[in-house]
């Protein structure tokens, strides 16, 4: 089709004035109609026709567009800030025709496109003016003309050129065309009416054009749309399609924006509603002074000052109560603040002040409790007895203990708190339970592991939004009582990191001398923890930081053996699985070598955790048995586990003679924060030159004790009868199976000397025999820690003999009389002491004069040292 064009002539380029923005509107709402602007001494506009439009060059310069699709026939503001743009710009408006193609981009984010990123459609148009910006970018008014189809690009620097075809239109004739013409000049007036920024005189100019491809257009170029639609629109060559396509995309945003009036609607009508809302409250509010009554708030007040009056606050939280209800008598309903003061004094009013439980002092009724729900643990049952006893003492003679109270700053402490330290199912977190029901006192448990955060401890301040206190007065108030047993499980797993240090809030909580005006940073005012029972467990006592760890009282609970925990499930553990697997008493039964064979072979543990599931895995079986109709009643024996539980996953004994049969092999004891273990450690030598290695993830500490026990090893290679050139002709390689578990300490020193030994002596160690203890570069064994549960480790391995300092004679005490009788310990002062007692056919073992410090001792069997080796 054929077209006219805008022609402004005399266009300035060296001396360029601004833009004018009456002629860009005037340009924008005019509707397109065939005219020519003559040229003029001031380049205005004319309403004077001229011939048409000379035919358009089939090569043209291209300016890509970004996020912008130019239409024919019409007129749009473009700014010009790419350099090569620029220049293009400058060639453009020297010429005759100032004629340029305009693509648009893909990519909107691509800076300089290339002609593979432009699409292939795109609108021959006119620059009607031009203004050079003082930052150095162009702004230009151009107007679509024509479509066309980019061919082959004939330049590409300094600015991009292109062989060009033009597209024509595909007017259809009839009605259909005109009624969707129509229809989009329609709905573009219904979305220029849900959008004010929109002018009337576009919508009238909009709503006045009859040309079908006017229409499309000049609607699209104002229509908000992806860049994808609006190019699609271009591309289509029918105008009914055009049409087509554009009703679709103006339907949407119709949807769209008369949702969002629906929201803006709604969000208008809420304001007015508490608008409204206070309106009428404040009527009542005169309403019910009127007749002599009281409003709500003055009734709420009213009811908070009886709560605070019934709760019998100290002095300084009555004072704060009294002075936040002030406030809140003063201030309307409506204001942000009410809410909060309102919180708070809920906060104050609810807190168990002055509510507490009654101790029951009966000592013996306390004994019978803690029996009946813990099997062993006498030295927890000893300490609670006492603090009852105290607490009975004290009451009877509180008359008498008044008149002598007069120390202001050693006030006497009420509480007591403790820390329950020892491996997974020993029974720590339930003892506390026990503790709670033996006092007749109320119980809470509150879990640290992995809290990261002190306020979960203190509490937030009143100045942040949603705002409360911390978990400690949180519990105190869900449980009504100022005095109850108050356990913080899992204290050596809380987590310290940016967000704060909780170990360094629980200091004032767990301080007898603090506790008694801990001060939560909701709250502001003082509250007396001093009358609670804290109680904390712990695996390990190393990850509590000192300062915490000093201000408890720490009782260690050690693992069960086997004869405990055989009792502790005949006990408990099988009634328990009997009554959550639905059976009754009479139809499962397991007898005494059923449940050892299930502590030996099928768990190796400290607790009782994984025996009550084996325990109930089995009694599971039976249930399943019974259901079928198989039996009716079953006493299970150790030959039926291996069809109730499947293959046993230990073997006792058994593995350490297989292991230790070659020399170079050593059966150790080590501590872990599950409880005490075995650990094997082997020693081997290859032909070489004095190296030596030591693996199995081990720690620096027991790194350095490896390498002291090879030095006195050497030293004493010809009091030791060993081959000296072993060492000057081989290296050696000590390794700790097990590499996956990380190892550390000093305790392993005497096992690591007696495994080198034994591989340059050729003696096997005794299968039976099991060592701890830390050495000297001069061959003296140092005592060690954890020789409790070391012991029960050895214990429950199976071994008959272990090998401790002689130092760490007096920790046997801490040991069960089962353990005692059932091992046959030697004491030892020097590594030479070690070797003689563990290693089979070592050489006999001379005489020394033994000073007044190296006494024989005699072993719990009657055997001497001497004799023991």
């Known amino acids: 089709m054929s077209a006219k064009r805008w022609n402004i002539s005399d266009l300035e380029i060296e001396n360029l004035f601004d833009l004018d923005s009456n002629l860009v509107e005037s340009l924008l709402l005019q509707p397109i109609v065939p005219q020519v602007i003559q040229s003029g001494s001031e380049a205005e506009l004319t309403g004077e026709e001229v011939e048409q439009e000379p035919p358009i060059p089939s090569v043209l310069p291209i300016l890509p567009l970004r996020g912008l699709v130019v239409y024919p026939q019409t007129v749009v503001p473009l700014t010009i800030g790419q350099p090569r743009s620029i220049r293009m710009v400058d060639d453009v408006v020297a010429s005759d025709e100032r004629l340029i193609g305009l693509l648009a981009s893909r990519d909107p984010e691509l800076e300089t496109p290339d002609p593979e990123d432009l699409y292939k459609i795109g609108t021959v148009a006119i620059v009607h003016r031009l203004f050079r910006a003082p930052d150095n970018t162009i702004r230009l008014v151009v107007q679509g003309l024509a479509r066309f189809r980019v061919g082959e690009f004939v330049q590409l620097d300094p600015y991009l050129k292109a062989n060009i075809e033009l597209i024509p239109e595909q007017v259809e004739d009839g009605v259909e065309l005109e009624a969707l013409a129509r229809n989009a000049r329609s709905q573009f ?174 000592i013996a009724h306390a004994r019978q409790v803690l029996d009946q729900d813990h099997y062993g643990l006498e030295d927890v049952k000893e300490r609670i007895l006492e603090f009852l006893a105290v607490r009975k003492l004290r009451l009877e003679r509180s008359d008498e203990l008044a008149e002598e109270d007069h120390d202001e700053i050693r006030r006497v402490r009420e509480g007591v708190i403790l820390c329950f330290v020892g491996p997974p199912g020993v029974g720590k977190t339930s003892l506390g339970r026990s503790i709670a029901r033996a006092m007749g006192r109320k119980f809470i448990r509150i879990s640290l592991g992995g809290m990261r955060d002190e306020a979960e401890i203190r509490g937030h301040r009143r100045t942040y939004i949603g705002a409360m206190p911390g978990r400690i007065l949180q519990a105190l108030r869900r449980v009504e009582s100022r005095n109850p047993v108050y356990m913080l499980d899992e204290v050596d797993k809380l987590v310290f990191d940016f967000h704060g240090d909780p170990a360094s809030a629980l200091l004032e909580v767990l301080d007898p001398e603090q506790n008694a005006e801990f001060r939560d940073h909701y709250l502001e005012v003082a509250y007396d923890l001093s009358q609670v029972m804290f109680i904390t467990t712990a695996n390990a006592l190393e990850p509590i930081p000192s300062p915490l760890r000093d201000r408890m009282e720490i009782i260690r609970l050690s693992g069960y053996t086997e004869g405990e925990k055989v009792a502790i499930a005949e006990q408990y553990l099988i009634p328990r699985q009997i ?253 030479d002491d070690v070797l003689y007692a563990a290693l089979d056919n070592f050489p006999k073992k001379p005489r020394r004069r033994k000073t007044k410090s190296q006494k024989e001792t005699v072993d719990k069997n009657g055997k001497s040292d001497a004799d023991a080796g």
């Open 579 to 831: 009554r959550e697997n639905g059976l009754r008493s009479s139809e499962v039964t397991f007898t005494k070598p059923t449940l050892k064979k299930i502590i030996r072979s099928y768990t190796r543990e400290a607790g009782v955790r994984n025996l009550e599931r084996e325990i109930g895995s089995a009694c599971r079986k039976v249930v399943t048995q019974i259901a079928e109709g198989k039996t009716e009643s079953l006493e299970i024996q150790p030959e039926m586990l291996h069809d109730l539980l499947g293959r046993p996953l230990y073997f006792g004994t058994e593995e350490i003679a297989e292991r230790t049969s070659v020399p170079g092999v050593v059966t150790g004891l080590a501590w872990t924060p599950v409880g005490g273990d075995v650990l094997f450690i082997e020693a081997t030598g290859m032909p070489g030159s004095k190296g030596f290695q030591i693996t199995g993830s081990v720690g620096n500490v027991m790194q350095e004790s490896a390498r002291a026990a090879l030095s006195y090893v050497r030293s004493k290679s010809k009091k030791l009868e060993l081959d000296d050139d072993f060492f000057q002709n081989s290296d050696i390689h000590l390794h700790i199976p097990a590499g996956a578990q990380p190892k550390d300490g000093p305790s392993a020193g005497v096992a690591m000397a007696t495994a080198l030994v034994s591989l340059v002596s050729g003696c096997s160690v005794r299968a039976e025999v099991g060592m701890t203890g830390e050495i000297t570069l001069r061959g003296q064994v140092m005592p060690v820690g954890g020789v409790k549960e070391k012991v029960l480790a050895a214990h429950r391995s199976g071994l008959k003999t272990v090998i401790l300092p002689k130092r760490n004679e007096p920790d046997l005490e801490d040991l069960p009389e089962e353990v005692v009788n059932s091992i046959k310990f030697i004491f030892v002062e020097t590594v």
């Open 189 to 362: 007036e219904q979305i220029a009416e849900m959008i004010p920024s929109i002018p009337r005189e576009l919508v009238a100019s909009v709503s006045a054009l009859d040309d079908a491809i006017q229409t499309v257009y000049t609607v699209a170029n104002f229509q908000r749309m992806e860049l994808e639609d609006a190019q699609s629109i271009l591309e289509i060559d029918s105008v009914s399609e055009k049409l087509h396509k554009l009703a679709g995309l103006l339907a949407r945003e119709i949807e769209v924006l008369e949702i969002g009036q629906k929201i803006q609607n709604e969000a208008r009508s809420e304001i007015e509603k508490v608008q409204r809302e206070y309106f009428l409250r404040e009527q009542l509010k005169a309403i019910q002074k009127e007749l002599g009554e009281g409003d709500e708030q003055s009734v709420e007040v009213e009811e908070f000052r009886r709560r605070i009056e019934a709760a019998q606050l100290p002095e300084e939280a009555e004072k704060q109560a009294k002075r936040e209800l002030d406030r809140l008598g003063r201030l309307p309903t409506a204001a942000a603040e009410y809410g909060v003061i309102r919180t708070y004094l809920d906060w104050l009013a609810s807190l168990p002040w002055s509510t507490a439980t009654q101790d029951n002092l009966d």
